[in-house]
């Protein structure tokens, strides 16, 4: 069961839901290679195609929005060694949050927001004795954005236009765990910083002046996650984890646009409440080479209004999957199908019935 394992504990990082939590989450960097036994390398792709559309009001023309929210791939990156019997290190490389929104119907149309990200984390793992360990690093975040608001929404003044450059900073990662192998029993407590970003902005807008060169603070939310995992019977484990982020300090208000009287200007987007995701899974390994897993996903819906960027509140989802074992490869491919809570924007347009389908897919090779 112990070699399966890492697999399925790596699953609460490994999932198409995450491709739109909370915020503009795309998913958390998979530290959990740390664990992985010698040296691996290990790459992973993941495809989500969301289906998210609403109804306008009356007072903004009725009809439906059409699908505002774009399919997207992530890639990540991991490798792995042990320096000695005591300390390893890992260097992991991915793209933990983004965003892609095109409304190309209605009062919204040509309504555009885009944001990129790129994470390399530097890692190291110290093992204290007695199963109990302790890693942390460092993580350098480099994100880029745009936006476009169509003239409708800037009360006939013209278009809107922000370009955020590419701005890179620092942050860390803390965590402890405690594993049993005999059991599959793993335990880890995960803290990644707050990241906040000092973009170099360009916006461009009658309303603004024309153009206005500025820098616009964007800060990307601290967590904590619990991760578990344990086995219940022979060739079976129960994993699971609980994740925290601090989504209410994210918000986006560039200078000459927060500057503009309501309801022209303010804030571009924004979240009002923290973000608590829960993951509970089931594996069964079926012979020596072949395993397969069960997860459900579930984040509470928070009420309130919603952005018209982001326009879903909490969700749903369901994954299943496989992992394949030969000599020293290891491959995890699963789907996954989310369903999204209802939410309402500013203007009382209702966002609802909407989800989400993932395939991902990871590729580990130990040597």
């Known amino acids: 069961m112990t070699r399966f394992a890492p697999g399925l504990f790596a699953l609460a990082t490994f999932s198409a839901t995450q491709g739109m939590a909370g915020g503009i989450d795309r998913g958390a960097l998979d530290y959990n290679i740390l664990f992985e036994t010698g040296r691996t390398a290990a790459f992973s792709l993941k495809a989500v195609t969301p289906a998210v559309k609403g109804g306008y009001i009356a007072a903004f023309g009725g009809g439906s929005t059409g699908n505002m929210a774009q399919s997207f791939t992530n890639l990540s990156f991991g490798f792995k060694d042990d320096i000695n019997e005591?300390?390893?290190?890992?260097?992991?490389?991915?793209?933990?949050f983004g965003a892609d929104a095109k409304y190309t119907a209605g009062a919204y149309k040509g309504l555009e927001a885009h944001w990129?990200?790129?994470?390399?984390?530097?890692?190291?793992?110290?093992r204290l004795g007695g199963g109990a360990s302790v890693f942390g690093g460092l993580r350098y975040l480099n994100s880029s954005a745009d936006i476009i608001?169509?003239?409708?929404?800037?009360?006939?003044?013209?278009?809107?236009?922000?370009?955020?450059s590419n701005d890179g900073r620092f942050g860390y990662v803390l965590g402890a765990a405690y594993e049993k192998p005999e059991i599959a029993l793993r335990v880890a407590l995960t803290y990644t910083s707050a990241v906040?970003?000092?973009?170099?902005?360009?916006?461009?807008?009658?309303?603004?002046?024309?153009?206005?060169?500025?820098?616009?603070?964007?800060?990307?939310?601290?967590?904590?996650?619990?991760?578990?995992?344990?086995?219940?019977?022979?060739?079976?484990?129960?994993?699971?984890?609980?994740?925290?982020?601090?989504?209410?300090?994210w918000h986006v208000k560039p200078k000459g646009f927060s500057a503009l009287p309501a309801p022209l200007g303010g804030e571009i987007t924004g979240f009002d409440h923290d973000?608590?995701?829960?993951?509970?899974?089931?594996?069964?390994?079926?012979?020596?080479?072949?395993?397969?897993?069960g997860s459900l996903g579930y984040e509470a819906s928070t009420g309130g209004i919603s952005s018209r960027l982001s326009p879903t509140d909490g969700y749903q989802s369901i994954g299943l999957g496989v992992i394949f074992t030969q000599d020293r490869i290891k491959i995890t491919a699963g789907v996954q199908y989310v369903k999204f809570g209802s939410a309402v924007d500013s203007t009382g347009t209702k966002f609802s019935g909407n989800s989400a389908t993932g395939f991902g897919v990871k590729i580990g090779y130990t040597f």
């Open 86 to 96: 005591k300390l390893s290190y890992a260097i992991v490389i991915g793209q933990p």
């Open 116 to 126: 990129n990200t790129i994470e390399t984390t530097a890692l190291l793992k110290y």
């Open 149 to 164: 608001i169509p003239n409708l929404l800037m009360g006939g003044t013209g278009i809107y236009t922000a370009k955020a």
């Open 196 to 249: 906040t970003h000092k973009f170099a902005t360009t916006e461009k807008s009658v309303v603004v002046g024309g153009t206005l060169n500025s820098v616009t603070d964007i800060t990307l939310p601290q967590s904590l996650t619990l991760d578990a995992q344990t086995g219940i019977a022979k060739d079976t484990l129960l994993f699971g984890s609980v994740r925290w982020a601090e989504w209410s300090k």
């Open 275 to 293: 973000v608590v995701t829960y993951t509970l899974g089931l594996g069964r390994k079926l012979t020596d080479h072949l395993s397969i897993f």
